[in-house]
């Protein structure tokens, strides 16, 4: 008798095994939902609904985008950190992933324990642009200014801890200087008094520059990447400019809920890397500024907390809190 049960519940297990096997091989059959932690209409919407509709086609259902903005990013992050780890509720993280921790005292969630990395989309440069009126024409103009009249120039940002911020702390830090720090609640505020004169610099993104800079309203110095942008071939680095070194970028990467199967991970950074291929995201390299990756998870996670590390030295020595 013993050894019946014995082997009824072992056969009970084996077909348990058996079970969620086939369901994770069955994976996806329903629809894949992608929170954005921003509000529609910006480039990490952008982004994620081009990157919704091209794993729609690989996985063979329905990718759909969710807007969670609020608290820097914190919210729509929050919502799946908490979500059920089976795959269907995805995370498009941005640069504020890795900054958010140094920018405020305490966080409902862990990155690293709360969230698994699924693949580094693409990485994103910035350009330094000032007014055409202005009398400055270089980077090495913009350093020379800046110490001529200490605290009289001012850059504008879209808020503490974003990546037009944090890409002018790091510049002052690197040049030495000064530059006074104006917030705006976006970038169209911060641009329109660019151009009028109210402030004298941005480290603002391709998307919301290149077409003023195209028509004449705004010059660029420089692009803020390690290497020149194939988009913008006769713009300098920053470091060639006269910041040796400087290198300040943005990204967009796929996370999903920590203990999500390997093997359903390994199928989304699979169905993403056919995704960055697509024509859609090819014309986004170019719209957007974006360097198209598709990196391995591990590959990801190394790159995510050198991140992590560069940016919390810069927020540190520049004494910057969110809260």
Known sequence: MIFKLTRFFFALAACALLANGAARAAYPDRIV???????????????ARSLAQELA????VSVIIENKPG????????????????????LM?????????????????DQHRDLAPVALIARSFSIVVVNTKSSINSVKDLIAAAKAEPDKL???????????????????HMAGVNLTTVPYKGSAPAITDLIGGQIQVMFTTVAS???????????????????????FPNL?????????????????????????????IDRL????????????????????GLMLVASPPAEFDRYFREEEDRWRKVIQDAGIKAD
Do not use: C, M
């Not at 850059?155 to 944090?166: D, I, P, Q, V, W």
């Open 33 to 47: 939902k992608i929170v954005v932690p921003f509000a529609p209409g910006g480039g990490t919407d952008v982004v």
């Open 57 to 60: 086609k690989d996985l063979g």
């Open 71 to 90: 608290a820097g990013t914190i919210i729509g992050t929050q919502a799946v950190a908490t979500a059920e780890p089976d795959g269907y509720t995805l």
């Open 93 to 109: 993280g941005t640069f504020a992933n890795a900054v958010n921790p140094s920018l405020y005292a305490k966080l409902s969630y």
């Open 154 to 172: 001012s850059y504008g940002t879209y808020g503490t801890g974003t990546s037009a911020h944090l890409s002018g702390e790091l510049f002052k």
């Open 209 to 231: 520059a290149a077409s003023l800079i195209e028509g004449g309203q705004l010059r660029a110095l420089a692009v803020t990447s390690a290497e020149r942008s194939p988009a």
């Open 236 to 264: 300098p680095t920053v470091a060639e400019a006269g910041v040796p070194g400087y290198d300040a970028e943005a990204w967009y990467g796929l996370f999903a809920p920590a203990k999500t199967p390997p093997e359903i």
């Open 269 to 288: 950074n699979k169905a993403a890397a056919v995704a960055v291929k697509a024509d859609s995201f090819k014309k986004l390299s170019v719209n957007e």
